[in-house]
């Protein structure tokens, strides 16, 4: 733990691992696109290294790889049309995620690598869309995470003092963006993802549960348990 806590007035939440569990959906998607080019299933031990850079990473990283760029578009296209169909048939938040975003008095925004429509399509099938300021996707910006744009221009639109911004997610790419973007970091390790794979970036803060998240950002912002 690198920095004191401050109080945030905006709080960055990466969604796939750290706001929602959307596993199941994903590896169901990913899968019916290798099974359609008769390709095997991945298994989900392999398909958490594979989330976090969005969805070309994730569906060419579940081909072989002497597949053609032609073969991983087909893949993509697959997984796009049956994703969009299913979202949010098994994807929820993690339990204590809806209470924690209602009774902190700060702005939420999602900062992910998902695609942007992909993002806001969740959010609106889980019927959460007035939980969030502003939805940034991995295509929203010329940038996407680990590159500190999304955070900057967040930081930018909402006129905040980057010490007052924290970046929450379960990737280390969500923390060296945010390391980057000179905003407090949070990482956190019930997703798919490892914020601490890296002995050279570390967040400022790692919660291995959302209640004790939870405590911590609510004695931050309310000044309070």
Sequence with gaps: MVRDKVSPELILWDLDGTLVDSSADLVRATNEAMRTLGYPDVDQAHFARMVGNGVRYLVSAALPPESREREQEKAIE????????HIADKTRYFEGIPDLLAELPVDHVIVSNKREELCRLLVDKLESGSW????????????????????????????????RVVMIGDSILDIESGLKAGVQTIGVTWGFGDPLENSEINPDHVFRNVSGMA???KQSCLGRV
């Design 215 to 217: 405590s911590f950002l």
């Design 132 to 163: 969030f300021k502003e939805i940034v996707g991995g295509d929203t910006f010329v940038n996407r995470k680990p590159h500190p744009q999304p955070i900057l221009e967040m930081v930018k639109r909402f006129s905040v003092d980057p010490s």
């Design 78 to 85: 697959i997984f796009m049309e049956y994703y969009r169909g």
